[in-house]
Nanobody, 125 residues
Framework: QLQLVESGGDLVQPGGSLRLSCAASGFTLDNYAIGWFRQVPGKEREGVSCISGSGFIIKYTESVKGRFTISRDNAKNTLYLQMNNLKPEDTAVYYC??????????????????WGQGTQVTVSS
């Protein structure tokens, strides 16, 4: 059974940093595209970053470029999202999602079939 479990969400002050983790089980990350998404109540889910199964394709939404970094530890079968210089508008529930694709990834939630339960990130002073 494919499963994703996010962790690392917390309350942080503006300008602070967090690292989110997405632990995968039931499959190996290097065969799957993984995306990070976030959602605020009352708003649509937004694609934040993604990485292809091969690792050669990485994408970021414009608002996080230069601040967020996606990475993967194949030995631990875990994906990370390093978030620096956090802003109040980054506050959301963050989800990771997986789809069996090696050659590409997309920031569209319809691209993915397996989702984690989410982790809350709150940026506030």
């Amino acid at each position: 059974q494919l499963q994703l479990v996010e962790s690392g969400g917390d309350l942080v002050q503006p300008g602070g940093s967090l690292r989110l983790s997405c632990a995968a089980s039931g499959f190996t990350l290097d065969n799957y595209a993984i995306g990070w998404f976030r959602q605020v109540p009352g708003k649509e889910r937004e694609g934040v970053s993604c990485i292809s199964g091969s690792g050669f394709i990485i994408k970021y939404t414009e608002s996080v470029k230069g601040r967020f970094t996606i990475s993967r530890d194949n030995a631990k079968n875990t994906l990370y999202l390093q978030m620096n210089n956090l802003k109040p508008e980054d506050t959301a529930v963050y989800y990771c999602a997986a789809e069996l694709r090696r050659g590409n990834c997309k920031l569209a939630d319809t691209y993915y079939n397996t989702w984690g339960q989410g982790t809350q990130v709150t940026v506030s002073s």
